[in-house]
């Protein structure tokens, strides 16, 4: 997952941003089906020009709220050091002036002709317009989301942005290192305002999620200052660059172990403590529709996260075909390879346990666990001729998730490389537990993650021209996870799934996607309970009870985002099929990945009428792959 898709460069204050201030992942335009210049029939150039200083003017208001955007954008000028120092510190205030602006912009919008737009700038226009409406139409739920939990919150992503992410070029950047680190108490403080602000109009957070950010925030500060990641961390990344000065390295240790106490410990304890005091209420842990008008908010919230307007009942009836249809073929495969008594899903616990499928569970089995996903890695991006026109834009590298994230962050993620070039894309891995990366199901993973997935999409899409910024830094999650989805079944077309060990992976995988569908819509719509829930998807995919509640508690503090995967897959092989009946012979699937991936993120229906644009323009040329 991108991280699955939010850019977790940052710590965001609400857990689904349309067009956010923290929004950060995606897109790339070459050779599309949509010019790149924007000079086209309609097109005029005073209109372009007005769109984008308008498109311009957009990012930079939204920039302005957030020294910590403004840090990254204006990183490597004079400006920087008036934001180097700062932090993002959510309020009340805040968010309503986020939604002030949007409505702003959306009107401003709206006064330009359509009809004067033509190629990439009517496309920007249009995908502009789809993301600012959505928000303003979603304005009623601004409130309704969960900004802390046990999953993506300050208390655990704010510490790797500060070690992962904050530049240290100079002893400069340690002392703006620590003038962050001083701001600690400012974002939790602001942390537990728009919390308690949620809580006061009946939005409360499960009780597990509670519970667990409690936890996970004591857990942080407990122990010694001194072996605090945001200590150790930062300490280990000067020393491996050398870029401190001899003097400024000397007592470095104790000089931030001294700020980690005195005003990052209080900041947690401030945030359990207040935590603590919310489990008084009695907090259940069911889904959206026990929310004031909870049911057209999850309505909502799948409109964004699938960019369709496919309702909850269509959505659950999907999941359950597709789970019938999958687990079907997994039980050809399992009873190919001698596994035929009991239901698919225990035929795969069963699988889970075998020490062939296994390393061992110590240091030197989790290195081996990164060293093969390297090396799947590296043998398929050297397998995309005839696939692809291009490859990945950027080099990669597999991580290990570090070890104060490992309890609650996902079992894989990637994280996109800096514009600057100064950081690769890096593939996460989360090796808490061997038991989570069975042999048979690590391409699939891998594949999902990197390349043809994520890596490969991102770094296009980074590398596009002639388009306005927000187009390379857009979250859709429909359009993002459900070309991953799509790239995984790709891999097996390419050739990389020949083992059907491995193909049951590769199934398993989109099983679990399946199941999302079922158990979201099931949660939040149909109102089951967590329990069900649970035991629906553990008796169907086999996966671990501890993989089993994860996925189910993140599905349940952040709705709708886990059916953006299957609803975009399908949409995607709906598009390929549509363009390989209509253009037989002319389609190179080449150029279909060129038209999904080199016009960046966009909604669903937005890219369906790019296929039918490059589709018809293909069938009166007799020949495809080129601009508009």
């Known amino acids: 997952m991108l991280t699955d898709l939010a850019d977790r460069t940052m710590p965001m204050p609400r857990i689904f941003i349309v067009l956010s201030l923290f929004a950060a992942m995606i897109m790339a335009v070459a050779c599309s089906p949509v010019s790149q210049t924007g000079e086209g029939e309609g097109g005029g150039r005073e209109s372009r020009v007005a769109l984008n200083a308008f498109f311009e003017r957009v990012e930079s208001e939204r920039r302005a709220l957030s020294p910590q955007a403004m840090a990254a954008h204006t990183l490597g000028t004079a400006e920087e050091e008036r934001y180097l120092g700062r932090l993002d510190v959510p309020s009340v205030d805040k ?56 999953l993506m919150s300050f208390h655990n992503m704010l510490p790797g942005y500060m070690t992962g992410q904050h530049p240290l070029r100079n002893d400069a950047d340690v ?67 050398g870029a401190l000065s001899a003097e400024r390295r000397e007592g470095l240790e104790a000089e931030l172990a001294a700020v980690v106490r005195e005003q990052v410990v209080p900041a947690y304890h401030h945030l359990a403590d207040y935590l603590e005091g919310l489990l008084a209420l009695e907090p259940t842990n069911d889904g959206v529709w026990r929310l004031p008008d909870g049911d057209a908010y999850y309505r909502w919230l799948l409109e964004g996260h699938t960019t369709t307007d496919l309702g909850p009942e269509v959505i659950h009836q999907l999941g359950l075909d597709e789970v019938d249809r999958i687990s079907a073929r997994m039980d050809e495969l399992l009873c190919g390879q001698g596994y035929c008594e009991g239901t698919v899903g225990e035929r795969m616990v069963a699988l889970n346990g075998e020490a062939r499928f296994l390393f061992e569970d110590s240091d030197a089995g989790r290195g081996r666990i990164l060293a093969a996903y390297r090396e799947i ?12 026109h291009q490859g990945p834009a950027a080099p990669i590298e597999v991580r290990r998730v570090p070890a104060y994230r490992e309890a609650t ?37 891998a594949y999902h993650e990197s390349i043809p ?6 770094t296009r899409m980074q590398a596009m021209e002639n388009v306005p910024d927000f187009r390379r830094s857009l979250s859709l999650h429909a359009h993002a996870e459900g070309w991953a989805l799509y790239a995984e079944g790709l891999a097996a077309e390419m050739g990389f799934h020949d083992d059907p060990f491995s193909d049951l992976g590769r199934l398993r995988a989109e099983l679990f996607r399946a199941v999302r569908l079922v158990v979201d819509t099931g949660m939040h719509h149909h109102r089951w309970s967590r329990e069900r829930a649970i035991g629906y998807m553990h008796s169907v995919t086999g996966m671990p009870m501890t993989d089993v509640v994860a996925e189910i508690e993140r599905y349940l503090v952040i709705p709708g985002q886990a059916c953006s995967f299957k609803i975009g897959m399908l949409r995607i092989q709906a598009m390929r099929q549509r363009a390989a ?13 060129r038209v999904i991936l080199d016009n960046g993120a966009m909604p669903l229906a937005l890219l369906d009428r790019v296929v039918d644009d490059w589709i018809e323009r293909t069938t009166k040329r007799g020949a495809s792959g080129t601009a508009l």
Do not use: C
């Open 95 to 150: 968010t309503q002036r986020e939604l002030a602006l949007a409505r702003q912009h959306l009107e401003t919008l709206r006064d330009f002709d359509r009809d004067s737009l033509d190629g990439q700038d009517a496309l920007s226009r249009d995908i502009m317009a789809w993301q600012l409406e959505h928000q303003v139409e979603g304005a009623s739920f601004v409130w309704h989301d969960y900004p802390v939990n046990q």
């Open 175 to 241: 002392d703006f290192y620590i003038e962050r680190l001083k701001r600690f108490p400012d974002v939790f403080a602001g942390a537990v305002e728009v919390v308690q602000h949620r809580v006061e109009r009946g939005i409360v957070p499960p009780r597990f999620a509670i519970e667990k950010t409690m936890r996970d925030a004591r857990a942080f500060v407990d122990g010694a200052a001194e072996d605090n990641p945001l200590v150790t961390e930062i300490v280990a990344r000067a020393d491996r660059s």
């Open 377 to 388: 890695v590296a043998e398929i991006e050297d397998g995309l001729d005839g696939w692809f």
């Open 409 to 445: 962050a996902f079992g894989a993620y990637y994280m996109r490389p800096s514009v600057d070039g100064s950081r690769p894309g890096q593939f996460f891995v989360n090796l808490r537990s061997v038991d989570e990366h069975p042999r048979y199901a690590m391409r699939t993973l």
């Open 453 to 458: 997935g994520h890596h490969l999409q991102i």
């Open 581 to 593: 009946e209509a253009l037989g012979d002319d389609f190179d699937i080449r150029d279909f990945h």
